[in-house]
């Protein structure tokens, strides 16, 4: 279980066991189970869940969504430049990505995320943090065993103020508990459920008592020894790499084929991706169960779906979280869910168009150098100077002169070379009359005259 089970040792959610950490007074009892543990099946530990295949790919895309989206610090409207290093690399030992990823790991396994603060600056905001595993960390309630606090933080042998931890729980937690619940907790039988069907499945297939084939001898009077003898020769000649059997009048073999549709292993299985799908928050196709009667989505509609209903309420904690613990007032902390959310290649640069302005009645509300650092590009002047400089020097390299610069446009008033005489300029606050357009040759007035 997590941090509230194994860490605890006095969780809301199991029989509490009296054990204290710390300064050796006792953990407080947490209140009455309020749901009993599982009769049936064990309790499964993060090796067993992890080991389902289904319930991998949903922790491993929820989780790696968190780690791989970036996170950006808002001053207002504003982003912050430049970004401060707590964000931009929490963890001097590892990536970013690998640091969130982590995090978002205990959170949803665990329901909590528990970070060592290795670093402040000179007010005493984070600058450097080292995340460990829940299950490395055990907590000493006080005040009321009812709505307790967290009094001191045991890891690895060593007791932390909690003003040294940066503690997350999760927004699935019971309400007025200090610590969180995750998947392991919540979901401990619908996991085992679908590990003990995958070792019914492993075992089906290795020693459900199904012979490969039959091999009939059309003869009655065969003895037992003789049958014994006749499938150790058949299986002594044919194991290995296949080779093609010769057979007599009187000898057959059949082989059988397994059907686990009738024992319903498939449905099972299908429902069990379903399942996790569920526990996860997914759409079940990412994992690649088949849902009947599901309506027509692209791609992209069901990324955006994932994003909203499984990415989304985690990266909203984070972003309160480190927006209160990490930085000053003003500042904020979010995450650009759209980041690698691409379309096609022409359905993106229409929707650059439309948000430039055009075609169509539509206002612009973005400008062309913020398109362009979208796609990762200079702005256009310094894009432009760069490339005036470039031919410039290509230039300069080929030995060619200067281009010639362009004759200036002469004054109203002033004949062109070679042209004919200009008119002359109207006097100060006079404008020249609009020429008379010539009447069309046999125009009338309608009366034939």
């Known amino acids: 279980m997590g941090l509230a089970a194994l860490l605890l040792r006095s969780s809301p959610n199991l029989q509490p066991v009296a054990a204290g950490v710390g300064s050796g007074a006792p953990t407080p009892a947490g209140p009455t189970p309020w749901y009993p543990p599982s009769r049936v099946l064990p309790p499964v530990t993060e090796q067993t869940a992890l080991g389902v295949p289904a319930f991998w790919r949903g922790m491993a895309y929820v989780c790696g969504a968190v780690g791989m989206l970036p996170v950006t610090i808002f001053r207002d409207t504003e982003i912050l430049d430049p970004q401060p290093n707590v964000v931009r690399q929490p963890d001097p030992f590892q990536t970013p990505m690998a640091f969130w990823t982590g995090v978002a790991e205990s959170l949803t396994l665990y329901g909590n995320a528990i970070c060592i603060v290795t670093g402040r600056d000179r ?42 931890i940066w503690h997350v729980k999760s927004h699935l937690s019971r309400a007025g508990w ?28 290795v020693t459900g008592g199904m012979p490969l084939g039959i091999l009939k001898i059309h003869r009655p009077e065969i003895t037992p020894e003789q049958a014994q003898e006749a499938k150790d020769s058949w299986t002594l000649k044919f194991s290995g790499a296949p080779t ?98 691409r379309t096609d290649t022409l359905s993106l640069f229409q929707a650059y168009q439309m948000a430039l302005g055009g075609p169509g009645p539509t206002s612009a509300w973005l400008m062309v150098d913020e398109v362009r650092a979208k796609q990762n590009l200079d702005p256009m002047e310094i894009a432009q100077a760069e490339v005036d400089a470039s031919v410039a020097q290509e230039r ?46 046999g125009s009338s007035n309608g009366k034939g005259t």
């Open 123 to 164: 007010l005493g905001y984070p600058t450097s943090l080292k995340p460990v595993h829940p299950l490395m960390t055990a907590v000493r309630f006080v005040g009321n065993p009812m709505t307790p606090d967290i009094g001191e933080y045991y890891i690895a042998g060593r007791l932390y103020d909690p003003s040294q």
């Open 178 to 205: 200090p610590l969180g619940r995750g998947v392991l907790d919540l979901m401990s039988d619908g996991i085992a459920m679908e590990s003990a069907l995958q070792s019914y499945a492993a075992s089906y297939f």
């Open 244 to 341: 093609p059997a010769v057979l007599n009048e009187l000898t057959d073999f059949t082989p059988l084929a397994y059907r686990p549709v009738d024992s319903q292993m498939i449905e099972s299985r299908q429902f069990g991706l379903i399942q996790t799908a569920l526990m996860w928050g997914i759409p079940p196709s990412k994992l690649g169960a088949s849902v009947a009667g599901m309506t027509y989505k692209n791609s992209e509609m069901e990324e955006v779906q994932a994003r909203n209903d499984a990415v989304a309420p985690w990266t909203r904690l984070l972003e309160e979280a480190i927006s209160i613990d990490w930085l000053p007032r003003g500042q904020r902390a979010e995450w650009d869910l759209t980041a690698s959310l």
């Open 396 to 441: 300069i390299d080929r030995g060619l002169p200067e281009p010639a610069e362009p004759a200036p446009t002469p004054p109203l008033g002033q004949p062109i070379a070679g042209g004919p005489p200009a008119p002359n300029p109207p006097p100060t606050g006079e404008t020249l009359p609009a020429p008379m357009s010539p009447e069309p040759v």
